[in-house]
């Protein structure tokens, strides 16, 4: 289990604000966020290698903020892997042992099972300099876990990956996850991996938490506007709310919700936006009719960028039917969406 | 048909600019070493002067590097790793004995070894003695080559990434530990470079150790005696040994700086 209590840590030109986070034990945990929010100097700061200003940090119920690095009982891997260029892939792995010896041995129960589960056994005497990136992300694996540490903090660890390697990478992490049983801590700023890899998460943005909660909870019910856009909530307007009703702009909206009194935004996810030349096709809540402004093209799917009134909203539909409805900038098209899909912020 | 190959009139500046700078270095002392006999040559390796005097270059050279890697390696380490108020400062006190003029370098070693300072007379007291002494060589070219292994050093341990360093302490190993397992491993070849350096800027030094010690003879201070008073004709042979000894030292630097990139 990792508790961060009211972190703050001040570096030049960046500082972490009141963080406070839990990770239950035996839970993955992401701490999504953009380049330069903070993930990484969250990490360090667990670890012990950067000074913090104020705060508390608590492994396993144990506080460990004055704790060096060594004392703590945390496994780290980096995005770049960070093995020793000097040594093997096994003593790579086995570094740690001496510095965990019960009774004068060093441990080595997990050893096998790890070198086993990750695939490392055809590895064990190669040099860690010729290892492809996914082999590299095994070994630095291996070698956090061989120490059997209470907590693992992942700092991106497959995103230097070919897109293969993270795939099979991301499925060894859960499946070691599930057979470990071990806490993590990873930092990421992809959601494929927050919701294959994470029960829960948090979402962090200029050194500060913006929202935590479990993976559906932020993704549909974000707490901020940042939180909403980051997410990928494409279509986030300021709000009027009125009831079940909610003005942006010139238009007035349908929601689900009648307890709106301190919100200010609403948002509403893209693919939840349904398009279609004909009216009749839609369903009828919030049927509304717009003028495509834009479409961005993605491959098999496409965002149609619409002007309805003064508001501009984007759907994302699949390019086959961008074809099948031959839809151009300029031609008028009809939008619906569920109450039930619009979120007050 | 081929097509005419068009060179920018630059790479013609850039190619005759080194031509005219590997001739500028290379020229005098290929005249000089050229100029002595054979026999000559012979004569003056057989000399126990000259022999003696380029012993003493290279051990005080060698003591000078050796003192910097004992105290240079920590420091280095704490200029590479650690930020702190008055970083810059310090670094720029480290490249002082590059810039200052090599007497000035002997007059203010003195002017802390002699009878008048309370320093020279502690160390008087104790049994060291700086004018005209061994040990009086070693301080003045260990304060001369110190910066060249300290500045090496320090970049080659800002090429290691700190992560490794992360990663080690928290698999169990202190900063210690880490150092002689991760850090020195990966620093060594740059501490090697470091001291070769130094030592081939100590070989050279002549202006501050003629100021502190002019006997016990160096081979830089044989080399101005022999030309002031037997002429040129007597110092060049012992001149070409010393640039022997450099080229030596310098070449070696060259393998281990290839080396470190492969």
């Not at chain 1, 790890?114 to 082999?135: F, Q």
């Not at chain 2, 290279?58 to 000078?64: E, R």
């Not at chain 2, 010690?213 to 070409?240: C, D, N, W």
Request: charged share 15%; net charge positive.
């Amino acid at each position: 289990m990792i508790r961060i209590k009211n972190l703050n840590v001040e570096l030049s030109g960046f500082s972490l604000h009141d963080i406070d986070l839990t990770v239950e034990k035996g839970e993955f945990f992401t701490l999504l966020g953009p380049t330069g929010a903070g993930k990484t100097v969250v990490l360090e700061s667990v670890i012990g290698i950067i000074p913090i200003e104020q705060g508390r940090i608590y492994i396993n119920n144990k506080e460990v903020t004055n704790l060096p690095p060594e004392k703590r009982d945390i496994g780290i891997v980096y995005q770049d892997h960070a093995l020793f260029p000097h040594l093997t892939v096994y003593k790579n792995i086995t570094y740690g042992l001496r510095y965990h010896k019960v009774n004068g041995k060093e441990p080595g129960k997990n050893l096998s099972f790890i070198i086993d589960r990750l695939s490392l056994v055809p590895l064990l005497e190669r040099s860690v300099k010729h290892l492809s990136g996914g082999e590299k992300q095994r070994v630095a694996l291996a070698r956090a876990l061989a120490v059997d540490p209470s907590v693992l903090l992942l700092d991106e660890p497959l995103s230097a990956l070919d897109p293969n390697f993270r795939e099979d990478t991301r499925e060894i992490l859960k499946r070691l996850h599930v057979e470990t049983g071990i806490t993590v801590l990873m930092v990421t700023h992809d959601f494929t991996e927050a919701h294959f890899l994470a029960q829960r998460t948090a979402i962090i943005n200029n050194g500060r938490i913006e929202q935590t909660g479990s993976i559906p909870e932020v993704f549909y019910k974000p707490s901020t506007p940042f939180v909403a856009e980051f997410v990928g909530m494409k279509n986030i307007f300021s709000a009027i709310f009125n009831g079940n009703k909610a003005k942006a702009g010139n238009l007035e909206i349908k929601i689900s919700s009648n307890n709106n009194n301190s919100k200010k935004y609403i948002a509403i996810r893209p693919e939840d936006i349904h398009v279609s030349v004909d009216k009749q096709s839609l369903p009828e809540h919030n049927s509304i009719k717009g003028i495509v402004s834009k479409i961005l093209n993605h491959g098999f799917y496409c965002d149609l960028c619409l002007k309805i009134s003064d508001v501009n909203f984007t759907a994302i539909i699949p390019t086959n039917s961008l074809i099948n409805m031959n839809l151009a900038p300029g031609i008028s098209v009809y939008i619906s969406f569920d109450p039930a899909n619009v979120h007050a912020i | 048909m081929t097509a005419k190959k068009h060179t920018d009139p630059f790479i013609w500046l850039a190619v005759s600019s080194s031509i005219i700078i590997i001739a500028f270095i290379l020229f005098p002392l290929i005249e000089m070493v050229a100029q002595p006999t054979f026999a000559d040559l012979i004569a003056t390796a057989k000399d126990k002067e000259v022999i003696s005097s380029i012993w003493l270059s290279l051990y005080t050279s060698g003591m000078a590097a050796l003192i910097s890697f004992l105290f240079g390696t920590p420091f280095a380490y704490l200029l590479a790793r650690k930020n702190f108020w008055g970083k810059n400062f310090i670094e720029s006190i480290i490249d002082l004995p590059i810039m200052i003029p090599h007497p000035v370098v002997g007059i203010a070693i003195l002017s802390i070894a002699g009878q008048n300072h309370w320093l020279g007379q502690a160390m008087s007291s104790i049994g060291i003695r700086i004018m005209g002494s061994v040990t009086g060589i070693i301080v003045v070219l260990t304060f001369v080559g110190l910066p060249f292994y300290v500045n090496t050093v320090k970049a080659g341990f800002e090429a290691i990434p700190s992560r490794l360093e992360n990663v080690s302490r928290s698999l169990g190993a202190s900063i210690t530990g880490t150092f002689f397992r991760v850090t020195f491993p990966l620093a060594w070849r740059s501490m090697v470079v470091g001291m070769i350096m130094c030592t081939a800027r100590a070989v050279s030094e002549f202006g501050a150790v003629v100021i502190v010690a002019y006997h016990p003879m160096i081979a830089p201070v044989m080399i101005y005696e022999r030309f002031t008073a037997y002429g040129l004709k007597y110092s060049q042979p012992v001149a070409v040994w010393l640039i022997i000894v450099c080229l030596f030292l310098f070449l070696l630097l060259r393998i281990f700086s290839v080396q470190k990139k492969n």
